[in-house]
């Protein structure tokens, strides 16, 4: 890799000279440019004005006596680029002259006073391996220039090495199964989510890719609906699955143990009201459908005649609850209603919905008169 970076050696009438570089280092007094061998460069020399310069010659670089122009020059100053390659031939710990002589356009030489030891070091830096484990990253064994910073496999710095190469990846931790989690048997570490190692004998959620996948015994759960138990999210309970994926979603759903209430894909146990699912509506008992109810129930739809659970929408008449008698209308209660309505007992005088057991006497109805006692026609 050619890699140019410009030192600078500003040749003020051949009097001060300045050098600005990175990690490089130049000694005033000695005259000395540290460098290393890992990198070509571009020595970037700036002199007097224009006319007095034609040229200057490099000798004992390593690629031998290099004769540079000016690459560019104003009325006050004037810039040569010469490429000097410590990379090439020099010996670790070499050293070496570069004589910088400059001439005007007549070739006659204007000094000599500028000649500078370049000293090729190799002074790298061991950092040892460390093992990677599956809770911190290692690295290989590996050397740094203290010159240029570069990294290196080997001490003689021929295979450089990137800094994604100083870092090996985390180990994969060693999941066992743990109840309805996961153990790491290596670091301790307890999870049920993106485990990619060992799954056998695991019951309960994983989650991948963002969902939240159920296995029963190892074995992703092949149902095509479920209500299985588990943990989510670090929260324990029963959950709606739909082909083994958590499905949140509001609906009455199935398992071996009954029809369960399941709000926002979790089964919600304490949940009493009238349910809907994709087979009708059904009522519920502490979160579970409750198939031996027979009477009247509300949810946020209103009061509900139920049959063996569940509403029929079939069901018009007088029929009881806990709270009294009612007359319901495809199931319905309906509270506006007043008249007369009957069942297998007999016809009641009905005030807003419910039987009125406390009449007594006439009742007139479509036009008829009737006679009521304690809310029966007589
Ligand atoms: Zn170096
Ligand atoms: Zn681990």
Not at 54 to 71: F, H, L, M, R, Y
Not at 254 to 260: E, I, R, V
Not at 341 to 349: D, H, K, L
Request: hydrophobic fraction near 35%.
């Amino acid at each position: 890799m050619n890699k140019l970076i410009s030192v600078f050696l500003a040749l003020l009438m051949l009097l001060g000279i300045s050098v600005s570089a990175l990690a490089w280092t130049y000694d005033a007094d000695s005259k000395t440019l540290t460098v290393c061998p890992h990198e070509d460069i571009t020595l970037t020399v700036e002199g007097p004005a224009a006319a007095s310069f034609a040229q200057i010659t490099v000798t004992g670089s390593a690629e031998g006596n290099t004769t540079a122009k000016p690459s560019s020059a104003s009325d006050s100053k004037t810039v040569f680029k010469v490429p000097f390659s410590a990379s090439k031939g020099a010996a670790d710990g070499s050293a070496f002259k570069v004589t910088f002589q400059y001439y005007d356009a007549d070739k006659q030489d204007l000094g000599k006073d500028a000649t500078y030891t370049v000293r090729v070091v190799d002074n790298m830096k061991q950092t040892a391996a460390v093992a990677a484990t599956c809770t911190s990253v290692g690295n290989p064994n590996y050397y740094t220039c203290s010159i240029c910073g570069k990294h290196f496999a080997d001490v003689a710095g021929k295979q450089a090495l990137s800094s994604k190469d100083l870092v090996t990846e985390k180990t994969d931790h060693h999941w066992v199964a743990n109840g309805v989690q996961f153990k790491c048997s290596l670091c301790g570490a307890i999870t049920t989510e993106n485990v990619s190692g060992k799954t056998d004998n695991f019951t309960g959620f994983m989650k991948k890719d963002g969902k939240y996948i159920y296995y029963v015994n190892g074995n992703r759960s092949s149902a095509s609906s479920d209500v299985v138990y588990g943990t989510i999210n670090g929260s324990t309970g029963w959950y709606y699955i739909e082909k083994g994926v958590f499905t949140k979603t509001t609906t009455i759903a199935k398992n071996a143990h009954g029809w369960w209430r399941i709000e926002n894909g979790k089964v919600n146990f304490k949940y009493n009201g009238i349910g809907h699912n994709g087979y009708g509506w059904w009522k519920c008992k502490n979160g579970k459908v409750d198939f031996s109810y027979n009477g009247i129930a509300h949810n946020e739809n209103g009061w509900w005649k139920c049959s063996n659970g569940r509403v029929t929408f079939k069901e018009t008449g007088v029929y009881k609850n806990e709270n009294g008698w009612w007359f319901c209308e495809h199931s319905k209660v309906k509270f506006n209603y007043n008249g007369l309505a009957s069942n297998q007992f007999g016809t009641w005088v009905i005030k807003n919905g419910k039987v009125n057991f406390k009449y007594n006497g006439k009742y007139r109805y479509n036009k008829v008169n009737f006679t009521v006692k304690n809310g029966k026609v007589v």
